[in-house]
C-alpha cells in the first residue's frame, strides 16, 4: 500500500523544497601550516593540502578556521580556494593551542555570553582577518564547541551568516 502510494506521488507535479545538488564536508580547528600537524613537510595541513583531495572528489569543504594561526601564505591559499569555490571559511575561535577554547569569537567556555561591548571587539577582529584575506564569511558557522551564544547572532547576521551546523539551538535560546 505504501509502495502504491509512493508511486502515485511520483507522477503528481508537486513542488519541492529538495536537497541542493553539492556535497560538503565540515573541517574544524583548521590552523594549516601553523597547527602542530602543519610543521611536518609531508603533512596534509601544511598549506591546506587535504583542500585539493577533497575537491578531487567532489568536495566543497566548509573549513572552521582558527583565525590568529594562520600563516600569510595560507591565507594566500585560502584566498584561492574562495574565489574558485572550492572552499568555504568560517571563524571558528582565535586560537585553541590547549583545545579548551582558551579563544573563543561567539561565547565564553563556560556558557556565558560575552557583552556588546567585547563582541564589536571579536568581529572587528574576524572583520579584518578576512578582509586581509579578501573573501567573505560562510553563510554557514562552524563554531568551536559548538558554542554560539544569542548575543553573537546579531553580529552574525550582519555578516550574511544565515545558518549553523552546531546541534541543537545556540545557547540561551532554550
Not at 12 to 28: G, L
Not at 80 to 91: L, M, N, V, W
Not at 111 to 140: C, H, M, P, S, Y
Amino acid at each position: 500500500m505504501l509502495f502504491g502510494a509512493i508511486l502515485w506521488a511520483v507522477r503528481k507535479p508537486f513542488v519541492a523544497k529538495r536537497v541542493p545538488p553539492f556535497v560538503t564536508c565540515r573541517i574544524d580547528d583548521a590552523s594549516g601550516t601553523a597547527s602542530m600537524f602543519g610543521r611536518r613537510e609531508d603533512s596534509a595541513n601544511r598549506g591546506f593540502a587535504y583542500l585539493d583531495l577533497l575537491n578531487e572528489y567532489g568536495y566543497i569543504p566548509n573549513v572552521g578556521l582558527f583565525i590568529d594561526d594562520i600563516t600569510d601564505e595560507d591565507g594566500r591559499v585560502i584566498k584561492g580556494k574562495y574565489d574558485e569555490g572550492k572552499a568555504q571559511f568560517s571563524p571558528h575561535a582565535f586560537s585553541d593551542p590547549e583545545n579548551v577554547n582558551e579563544h573563543p569569537i561567539y561565547m565564553l567556555h563556560d556558557g556565558r555570553e560575552f557583552f556588546t561591548a567585547q563582541l564589536k571587539e571579536n568581529f572587528a577582529r574576524v572583520d579584518e582577518r578576512f578582509g586581509r584575506w579578501g573573501i567573505r564569511l560562510a553563510e554557514t558557522v562552524n563554531a568551536h564547541f559548538a558554542e554560539i551564544g544569542v548575543n553573537s547572532l546579531p553580529f552574525l547576521r550582519e555578516r550574511g551568516v544565515r545558518f549553523t551546523m552546531q546541534p541543537g539551538v545556540p545557547f540561551g535560546c532554550t
